[in-house]
């Protein structure tokens, strides 16, 4: 099942990585590997969202929900089989699903593009874009780059799969603003990107399109919905950050959970139409509810009578 194509000089590149460079940059690979996976990312993004400028953390979700798409459509097209399935000299030391079996597709997904790649991209470069001084741009740019090389050391990715995830990325960069400029109406850009994006449904097989494709649903419903009716400030009080990103992942967490609830697990992991359905609607739910209407709770529990900044409380197209 799938496609098998590389250079020769991949795999041979990729044993010599994991015999080579000894079970200490291993596992380094795998605390990098690590910082570009979902959980992470929505930590960051909420971090910025949620607390310190919204601005920057609506413009690193928008690009990070476009590549979740984006990402899975072009896999599900090129279906490329992962390193470990073909190269005997390869092993997978970090399975995107470690519940699920090395070899399910489904669970595990296609190699090319890769969704670590252009998803942390997304976020760290767009953070590097928005944010900071020399320092903590040059710190963004070398956590793109190791979580791309972990990638390889790890064995779940092709060299020209890192490639294509930072290609995609750079695409979402230039796309995004594009659309933005052709479709000045926020609301108007939203429904036709999510429209468009729904065009996956056609040819996806795999899990990761469809969380991709509620996330990027649930966002937009989300910035639409709070900048109407909630519009909440950010803050900086490091006591305050703690506590609203704590309660942002829990309200995700336990949101997406409860959803589970009604289901089995055989159901929702398969790679049946209504499986992927729900996983959609669970997933846009989830970041409905921690995007749009958790921040309600701000001005409530912390009673707070400071004046936002400009940069902190303002909104921007984007």
Same mark, same amino acid.
């Given at each position: 099942?799938?496609?098998?194509?590389?250079? $020769? +000089?991949?795999?041979?590149?990729?044993?010599?990585?994991?015999?080579?460079?000894?079970?200490?940059?291993?596992?380094? !690979?795998?605390?990098?590997?690590?910082?570009?996976?979902?959980?992470?990312?929505?930590?960051?993004?909420?971090?910025?969202?949620? #607390?310190?400028?919204?601005?920057?953390?609506?413009?690193?979700?928008?690009?990070? =929900?476009?590549?979740?798409?984006?990402?899975?459509?072009?896999?599900? $097209?090129? #279906?490329?089989?992962?390193?470990?399935?073909?190269?005997?000299?390869?092993?997978?030391?970090?399975?995107?699903?470690?519940?699920?079996?090395?070899?399910?597709?489904?669970?595990?997904?296609?190699?090319?593009?890769?969704?670590? !790649? /252009?998803?942390?991209?997304?976020?760290?470069?767009?953070?590097? =874009?928005?944010?900071?001084?020399?320092?903590?741009?040059?710190?963004?740019? $070398?956590?793109?780059?190791?979580?791309?090389?972990?990638?390889?050391?790890?064995?779940?990715?092709?060299?020209?799969?890192?490639?294509?995830?930072?290609?995609?990325? =750079?695409?979402?960069?230039?796309?995004?603003?594009?659309?933005? %400029?052709?479709?000045?109406?926020?609301?108007?850009?939203?429904?036709?990107?999510?429209?468009?994006?729904?065009?996956?449904?056609? +040819? #996806?097989?795999?899990?990761?399109?469809?969380?991709?494709?509620?996330?990027?649903?649930?966002?937009?419903?989300?910035?639409?919905?709070?900048?109407?009716?909630? %519009?909440?400030?950010?803050? %900086?009080?490091?006591?305050?950050?703690?506590?609203?990103?704590?309660?942002?992942?829990?309200?995700?967490?336990?949101? !997406?959970?409860?959803?589970?609830?009604?289901?089995?697990?055989?159901?929702? $992991?398969?790679?049946?139409?209504?499986?992927?359905?729900?996983?959609?609607? %669970?997933?846009? =739910?989830?970041?409905? /509810? #921690?995007?749009?209407?958790?921040?309600?709770?701000?001005?409530?529990?912390?009673?707070?009578?400071?004046?936002? !900044?400009?940069?902190?409380?303002?909104?921007?197209?984007?």
């Amino acid at each position: 099942m799938g496609n098998t194509f590389y250079f $020769a +000089w991949e795999p041979a590149l990729m044993a010599w990585l994991q015999a080579s460079l000894g079970s200490f940059f291993t596992g380094l !690979s795998k605390v990098f590997t690590a910082l570009g996976s979902e959980k992470v990312l929505v930590a960051v993004m909420g971090f910025f969202y949620w #607390c310190w400028d919204k601005k920057t953390g609506l413009y690193a979700g928008i690009n990070v =929900a476009m590549s979740l798409v984006l990402n899975p459509m072009i896999k599900n $097209a090129a #279906c490329r089989r992962r390193p470990y399935f073909d190269c005997p000299g390869v092993e997978c030391l970090v399975p995107v699903e470690p519940s699920a079996d090395l070899y399910d597709i489904t669970a595990q997904g296609w190699s090319f593009p890769s969704g670590h !790649s /252009a998803n942390s991209m997304a976020v760290y470069g767009s953070l590097l =874009a928005r944010t900071g001084g020399r320092v903590l741009k040059a710190l963004y740019a $070398a956590v793109i780059v190791m979580i791309g090389l972990s990638r390889v050391v790890v064995g779940c990715h092709f060299p020209t799969d890192v490639l294509g995830g930072w290609l995609l990325a =750079a695409l979402v960069f230039a796309l995004v603003p594009a659309l933005r %400029r052709a479709l000045p109406d926020k609301r108007i850009f939203y429904l036709v990107t999510a429209l468009v994006s729904s065009l996956g449904f056609f +040819w #996806c097989r795999t899990s990761d399109y469809y969380s991709g494709l509620g996330i990027m649903i649930g966002m937009f419903a989300a910035d639409l919905f709070e900048e109407r009716f909630v %519009r909440f400030s950010n803050t %900086r009080r490091p006591l305050y950050c703690v506590l609203r990103l704590a309660g942002g992942l829990l309200v995700f967490l336990g949101v !997406s959970s409860a959803l589970k609830l009604p289901f089995s697990s055989e159901f929702l $992991a398969s790679p049946a139409p209504a499986a992927f359905a729900v996983r959609t609607f %669970r997933y846009a =739910a989830a970041v409905f /509810a #921690c995007m749009g209407v958790y921040p309600m709770i701000f001005k409530v529990i912390e009673k707070t009578d400071e004046q936002p !900044s400009a940069k902190a409380s303002g909104k921007e197209e984007i």
